[in-house]
């Protein structure tokens, strides 16, 4: 069913028109790849391509000739950064989806053109007088594919240099590119097309990669065996180009995004250009921070988790410049998750973790932003509006208050101030040479702040947790937020496992402990939450005492989930493999996440197997044996190490039944028995041979039961039968509904067999050429032919768009009329976008433009009447 000129103003409704175009010519859909790549040159997924590359580079052959996916993108950090400029821009996102076609080896130049311009043209109504291409200046054979097959007049075709040239790196695939550009008019700055008008006014919406030859080292190129496509059209920006409006902004998914930010700021968009800004980065880092969250990617100090942490520090930062007081990330997950989570399952499966995280997440920071403005407002406020802010304000920033370099520079550069950068740099120099002095002349001081000097004078964290859920413990470091004991039973989250919570009691008072963390090499980090009482001090001081207890309850459900997890690594490949190998994984209190190798999905036979497995060793209920020992007695016990760990020379081995002996340092029950039942509840791809399972343990599964057995409980109500029964109740009831649809489409038939005579009464020439309403497709033929059969009547042509959606035409000619009935709606065909096997005496067609039935019979008729 073609989409509406309503739903292509929504995003929902571009995203399914382009899927469907490209399905209905020949493309197989995959689903969006993860934001995490499988390509160690690249943060993040930055384009629709990336999860294709190892099928354009020959490393894996393509399962299918030609694809078509609506990907999710993230460019922040790394080459591919467009961070600072949103919000300040009409187009700059940090997380943005990417649609294209793809094939690989399939078709090339002259059908990628074609494509793309059906689709502006046709499908979106794109006015085919305000679109522009540009070709690579060498491209011949690409101008003549636009200009005499696509049929683009000349002076709208302009060639660029490099711009329309692509290559994935300095050797490789590369190729000649040719883009379509919008002209949003005269009101938006300079004409003279893509290569001379005004950025503002010529906007590019899809580009069209032509892979066409291999780059070798030493600067030659050859052409490649089997030329690829590769297109990109970005999907907020031709919203925006859809629904002429000016900026991405204004699209629907924001348009809704920002009505929440306005509601939960008290402020309106559009109130101000200062505090539109605020809001436009809000909605951004909004959603690139729920989906990347959603894709695995967790707030650290290190690589694309840093740039996650930066996303979500500058859009609190951006909330607290808008007046809001309280957490705001958690209610825009929410909000995220209800705009595109029918688009993305992935969302809602993972809302609540996603949510969890961002909660933790911005109440950490919201400490140190209260702390860290207060300070440096009154280092600027004594500033000229040209001055520089001292190096060794931002320093004291970033080393006693955790305040980031980049917040400090993003808010001087808001008044028009720069940053000392080289006494910055010269204050930490200098705070490095003191530290290692004060360690070698005076052995150090925790209070000092210094973590190394802790680690060298007292040795790595004594973790207890595994035998004992609260201990006494001594303070050896206690500032910001963070406090390091001598001994803990808080495990710091690693090897996929979470940290945690729990409480540090003093004679001071008690401190709750949001999450424990691993600094350097084995010091256990105690994330604590400060006292609200404007002071955020902490009241633990270096050598107190205090009594540490963990969240048994919480740390039970982890032991549960971190011991499935192994059952299931194990279960996987007894099922499907020992190619079958760990690939990443997160165990919470509230589900387990599993990341494999695997070339393809499970089926649901698989599943249960797997499922089938892991339990049978639950009721088994043998004995856990978590000990040390060396790696190389680790590895001649056959123990599989996991991904992601780091390993000594001692290790220690989990045996979890017969089946599974594994590398790892986590906590895990004493017996399998105490995990109760272990239930899968997704399965999907990750990337390119990575697959990804979750489950839950415990008392989740029952939970979830339940939740099913309600669900069935109300499906046997609506159908009028015992639960027992509601398989053949709604079979029963889809029967019915089955035979009073073919009764009716009987009566349909019948009453329109009835018009036969009524028809061939209206014949012209012997021709009946009639537009049909309320019939189906066999009803259309059947007439046709009954009209044929009147006396007088040389041919009939009928055409219907039956119920079903699409158009239908049927030609029926007599014997010995002289006609062809296929060369009667050859044309015809055409126009309503499809077409039928053709038969001199009986064609039947069918199409996709009910809409051009008139247009198209009175084709047919011309035929007719000329032959």
């Known amino acids: 069913m073609s989409a509406t000129p309503e739903t292509l103003l929504t995003a929902a409704g571009v995203r ?18 993860s934001l995490i790549p499988h390509d160690p040159t690249l943060l993040f997924t930055v384009a629709g391509m990336v999860p294709f590359k190892p099928y354009f580079v020959g490393e894996q052959p393509a399962p299918w000739p030609r694809a078509v996916t609506v990907q999710k993108c993230v460019r922040a950090g790394g080459k591919h950064n467009d961070l600072d400029e949103v919000g300040r821009t009409s187009r700059h996102l940090t997380f943005f989806e990417m649609m294209g076609n793809f094939s690989f080896g399939d078709y090339f130049k002259s059908q990628a053109c074609a494509f793309a311009w059906e689709f502006v043209t046709d499908r979106l109504g794109l006015d085919p007088e305000r679109l522009w291409i540009t070709v690579h200046v060498s491209d011949d054979e690409a101008e003549a594919i636009w200009r005499d097959e696509v049929g683009v007049p000349i002076e709208r075709i302009q060639r660029l240099g490099e711009d329309n040239y692509w290559r994935m790196a300095d050797t490789g695939p590369c190729g000649p590119c040719s883009e379509i550009f919008w002209d949003k008019g005269p009101a938006f700055g300079a004409d003279g097309g893509p290569a001379h008008g005004d950025d503002e006014r010529f906007i590019e919406i899809w580009n069209l990669v032509f892979m066409q030859f291999e780059q070798h080292d030493d600067g030659s190129m050859t052409e490649l065996p089997a030329p690829s496509i590769d297109t990109g059209a970005g999907l907020e920006r031709i919203l925006s ?8 902004w204004e699209t629907d998914e924001f348009c ?24 436009r980065i809000l909605a951004d880092h909004a959603r690139s921070s729920t989906f990347l969250i959603s894709d695995g990617v967790f707030p650290s100090n290190e690589d694309r988790g840093y740039v996650l942490r930066r996303i979500i520090r500058r859009a609190v930062r951006h909330a607290w410049l808008l007046g809001v007081e309280d957490q705001v990330m958690p209610e825009l997950v929410d909000a995220v998750v209800e705009i595109m989570g029918p688009d993305y399952p992935e969302l809602v499966r993972n809302h609540a973790f996603v949510r969890d995280v961002l909660d933790r997440e911005e109440r950490r920071f919201r400490e140190t932003l209260r702390t860290g403005s207060v300070i440096l407002d009154e280092a600027l406020d004594g500033l000229a509006d040209d001055g520089r802010l001292d190096g060794d304000v931002a320093f004291k920033l970033h080393d006693t208050y955790g305040f980031p370099l980049e917040l400090t520079e993003e808010i001087t550069a808001e008044r028009g101030i720069g940053v000392d950068l080289e006494g910055f740099r010269a204050a930490m120099a200098d705070q490095q040479n003191r530290a290692r002095a004060a360690r070698k002349n005076a052995g150090g001081s925790a209070a000092a702040g210094d973590l190394r000097a802790v680690l060298e004078d007292h040795g790595a964290t004594a973790f207890v947790g595994r035998d004992v859920d609260e201990a006494t413990a001594t303070v050896l470091y206690a500032e910001g937020d963070v406090v390091v004991l001598d001994r803990t039973p808080f495990y710091a989250e690693s090897g996929g496992q979470v940290g945690d919570t729990g409480t540090l009691t003093s004679d001071s008072g008690t401190l709750q402990v949001l999450d424990t963390t691993l600094a350097l090499d084995g010091l256990h980090q105690h994330h604590v939450q400060l006292p609200d009482d404007g002071q955020a001090e902490m009241s633990l001081t270096v050598g107190q005492q205090v009594r540490a207890v963990i969240d048994v309850d919480r740390r039970t459900a982890i032991r549960r989930n971190h011991t499935g997890t192994h059952l299931l690594h194990s279960a996987l490949r007894r099922v499907l493999g020992d190619h079958v ?47 040390e020992t060396s ?57 390119s041979n990575i697959r990804r399972i979750e489950a839950l343990t415990g008392t989740a599964p029952i939970d979830r039961l339940r939740a099913v057995e309600m669900v069935l ?3 046997a109500e609506l159908v009028g039968v015992p639960v027992d029964d509601v398989l053949d109740g709604i079979e029963k009831r889809l029967a019915e509904a089955r035979t009073l649809r073919g009764e009716l489409a009987a009566l349909r038939t019948s009453a329109a067999l009835g018009r036969a005579d009524e028809l061939a009464e209206s014949a012209e020439d012997g021709l009946v050429v009639a537009l049909i309403d309320g019939i189906d497709r066999d009803g259309l033929r059947q007439l046709a032919m009954a009209v044929r059969d009147r006396d007088g009547v040389r041919a009939a042509v009928l055409g219907a768009a039956p119920e079903g959606g699409g158009a239908a035409l049927v030609a029926a000619v007599a014997p010995g009329s002289g006609l062809d009935a296929g060369a009667l709606v050859a044309d015809a065909a055409r126009t309503i976008g499809g077409g039928g096997r053709s038969n001199p005496e009986v064609t039947a067609v069918g199409g996709k433009a009910p809409e051009r039935l008139a247009e198209a019979l009175e084709q047919a008729r011309a035929a007719a009447q000329a032959g």
Do not use: M
């Open 16 to 33: 399914r028109a382009f899927v469907d175009f490209f399905t209905d010519n020949g493309h197989y859909h995959e689903a969006s790849g």
């Open 241 to 248: 180009v859809l629904g002429g409006v000016d900026s991405v």
């Open 256 to 279: 809704r995004l920002l009505a929440r930010i306005g509601e939960l700021s008290g402020i309106t968009h559009g109130s101000g250009d200062r505090t539109d800004v605020s809001q």
């Open 581 to 627: 190998k760990q690939q990443g994984s997160h165990v919470g209190p509230d589900r387990l996440r599993f990341d494999f190798s695997h070339f393809e999905a499970l089926t649901a036979e698989q599943v249960t197997a797997v499922e089938d497995l892991a339990n049978a060793d639950i009721l088994a209920n043998p004995s856990c044996n978590h000990y």
């Open 631 to 687: 790696k190389d007695e680790a590895e001649e016990a056959g123990a599989i190490a996991f991904f992601g760990d780091k390993y000594g020379d001692t290790v220690r081995v989990l045996e979890a039944g017969p089946h599974s002996t594994e590398l790892c340092g986590g906590t895990h029950v004493w017996a399998l028995g105490d995990i109760g039942p272990i239930r899968i509840v997704a399965e999907g791809s990750i990337g």
């Open 713 to 715: 409980d109300q499906a």
